[in-house]
């Protein structure tokens, strides 16, 4: 069972900036996708930005251009750097791992931007 760590939440103020990290149990190089999802209440949750094994990111439309995914193999981690936040990206972050017939969840982080 691999563990998967969020940090780097908070409350922001709209236009502002946070950097979210995600911490794997194990190496996450042979994950074929990390990626980060957000719910907010009374909603499903949402895809935000993947990055897979190739290194190649895809983002939702609503965070292209201020959201950027990263990684660093060595440390089993996943970033997602976001910028000029807006009140509507207030949600529960939650970092995935997953692969053919598996998925893993962290336990989810808040972020909450004011306006």
């Known amino acids: 069972q691999v563990q998967l760590v969020e940090s780097g939440g908070g409350l922001v103020q709209a236009g502002g900036s946070l950097k979210l990290s995600c911490v794997a149990s194990?190496?996450?190089?042979?994950?074929?996708?990390m990626g980060w999802f957000r719910q907010a209440p009374g909603n499903q949750r949402d895809l935000v930005a993947t990055?897979?094994?190739?290194?190649?990111?895809n983002y939702a439309d609503s965070v292209l251009g201020r959201f950027t995914i990263s990684r660093d193999i060595t440390k089993n981690a996943v970033y997602l750097e976001m910028k000029n936040l807006k009140p509507e990206d207030t949600a529960v972050y939650y970092c995935?791992?997953?692969?053919?017939?598996?998925?893993?969840w962290g336990q989810g982080i808040q972020v909450t931007v004011s306006s």
């Open positions: 995935r791992s997953s692969g053919i017939g598996y998925q893993y």
């Open positions: 990055l897979d094994t190739r290194g190649i990111p």
């Open positions: 194990e190496s996450i190089y042979g994950f074929n996708v």
